[in-house]
């Protein structure tokens, strides 16, 4: 079955310090991988999304991701938060292309030191 | 600007009430769904719908119902069936034209009292 993990419940970082969290699925084929990031309160925005050609992807705010096939990861990084990054990301895998359902993974809550 | 309305952001259930939550897209999306969450349980599918007319459970289907008479609109409602119905709601729109990501709305918040 498919599955999503992201392992980190929570992060701590120091505000300009690097970030990646991380993220590993379980599917048979290359999936559609997505990360989006929530506000307290708020929906889910889109960050940066994969599922064919270059490996390493960008998306808003600053990010990028790297698919790993050998590892069946997709981790986020950034390399300088800002206070303002402080939410939870969560990473999805779209695992099924005729219903466009999307597995979501439990979520990394950021938290930024000023 | 197209998008996603939820409403409203905040809703108080009592035992045994039915509530709905309404969902409203206004960017043409064939496919919509709803979500649940809970704190460290990450979202989880109640319902989903790819057309008018037509819709199918999702992972968590008991005590929710769905309807979709028209595209635009995919009202929610929380039956006193569902035990637990205390949670986040979201609802989310498939985009082709965003990557094949969803479009979220800004979130339901049940509280039952």
């Known amino acids: 079955a498919q599955s999503v993990t992201q392992p980190d419940i929570h992060i701590t970082v120091s505000e300009g310090a690097s970030l990646e969290l991380r993220c590993n699925y379980s599917?048979?084929?290359?999936?559609?991988l997505f990360w989006y990031v929530q506000s307290p309160g708020q929906g889910l925005q889109l960050l940066l999304k994969?599922?064919?050609?270059?490996?390493l992807v960008q998306g808003i705010k600053g990010f990028e991701a790297e698919f790993k096939r050998s590892q069946s990861s997709f981790n986020l990084r950034k390399p300088s938060v800002h206070w303002s990054d402080a939410a939870e990301y969560f990473c999805?895998?779209?695992?099924?292309?005729?219903?466009?359902?999307?597995?979501f993974g439990t979520g990394t809550r950021l938290k930024v030191l000023a | 600007d197209g998008g996603i309305t939820q409403s409203p952001k905040y809703l108080f259930r009592k035992e045994g009430q039915n509530v709905t939550l309404s969902c409203e897209q206004n960017?043409?999306?064939?496919?919509m769904y709803w979500y649940r969450q809970d704190p460290g349980q990450g979202l989880r599918l109640i319902y989903y719908?790819?057309?008018?007319?037509?819709?199918q459970k999702g992972d968590i289907a008991e005590g929710y119902s769905v309807s979709r008479e028209k595209k635009e609109s995919f009202p929610l409602t929380v039956t006193s069936a569902q035990k637990n119905p205390t949670a986040f709601y979201l609802c989310a729109s498939f985009a082709r034209d965003r990557g094949y990501g969803y479009t979220f709305g800004s979130g339901t918040r049940l509280t039952v009292v």
């Open positions: 999805a895998v779209g695992a099924d292309p005729g219903t466009y359902k999307y597995i």
């Open positions: 719908s790819q057309i008018v007319n037509d819709f």
């Open positions: 994969y599922f064919s050609g270059d490996t």
């Open positions: 599917y048979g084929a290359t999936p559609y």
């Open positions: 960017l043409n999306h064939d496919a």
